[in-house]
């Protein structure tokens, strides 16, 4: 039984929170209005990567990039694969500017660290007590975040809040 609890929470190539145990979590949030953060994530260039490396190499970019994040995150945060070589983190508690700062320490990391060398591009989405957002909401505007930050020139952080896009 903890076997089977085990591979619905995990994520088998990077090892990751799955993308149903990060839906759980947000929801179980949102239903109990804890302020939170949502970060999504997706590694630059990536088509580009697995047509000239192969697949091999590209499943070998994603747990380079997915072990680079979770060593960077605390314990209780929760990094998932989202699909693909899209990740997330749900960062519960952690206020915008803290977010953008983790999201910030990512995109620098894994600039730094990833061998060969990858970027990746970040849309952050934050929600506040009292707020009363929906999940899609949340996702909607990190996830228009991320379009941008892949359209400005990707290795970024782009946030989106109340309509407004900041580039950071
Ligand atoms: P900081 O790195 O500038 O982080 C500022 C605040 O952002 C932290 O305040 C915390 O509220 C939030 N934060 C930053 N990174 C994370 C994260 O990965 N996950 C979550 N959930 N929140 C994060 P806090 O806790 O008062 O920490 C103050 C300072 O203490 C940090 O400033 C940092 O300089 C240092 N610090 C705390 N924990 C660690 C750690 O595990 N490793 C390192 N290297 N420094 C830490
Ligand atoms: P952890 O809390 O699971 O954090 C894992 C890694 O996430 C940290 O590795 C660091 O790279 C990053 N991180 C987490 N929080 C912060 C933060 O506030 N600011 C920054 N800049 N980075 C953060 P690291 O630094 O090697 O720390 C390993 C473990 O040591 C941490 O695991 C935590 O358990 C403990 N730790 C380190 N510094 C502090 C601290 O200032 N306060 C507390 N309470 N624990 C700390």
Same mark, same amino acid.
């Given at each position: ?11 088998? @190539? ?72 899209? @990740? ?12 953008? @700062? ?67």
């Amino acid at each position: 039984r903890e076997e089977l609890e085990k591979m619905v929470v995990t994520d088998h @190539l990077t090892k990751l929170f799955s993308r149903s145990y990060l839906d759980e979590k947000i929801h179980k949030s949102l239903n109990e209005d804890q302020e939170g953060t949502f970060i999504m994530i997706d590694i630059d260039n990536f088509k580009m990567i697995n047509d000239t490396f192969g697949h091999q190499i590209g499943d070998d970019v994603i747990i380079q990039v997915a072990n680079l994040i979770n060593a960077n995150i605390r314990g209780s945060d929760i990094g998932a694969r989202w699909g693909g070589e899209e @990740l997330a983190i749900y960062l519960p508690g952690v206020s915008l500017t803290s977010g953008v @700062l983790i999201a910030e320490r990512l995109v620098t990391k894994v600039f730094e660290s990833s061998e060969p060398q990858v970027t990746i591009s970040c849309g952050v989405s934050h929600w506040s007590k009292g707020r009363k957002d929906s999940y899609a909401a949340l996702f909607k505007r990190a996830d228009k975040a991320l379009y941008v930050a892949k359209q400005t020139g990707k290795n970024k952080v782009i946030v989106q809040e109340n309509d407004i896009v900041l580039e950071k």
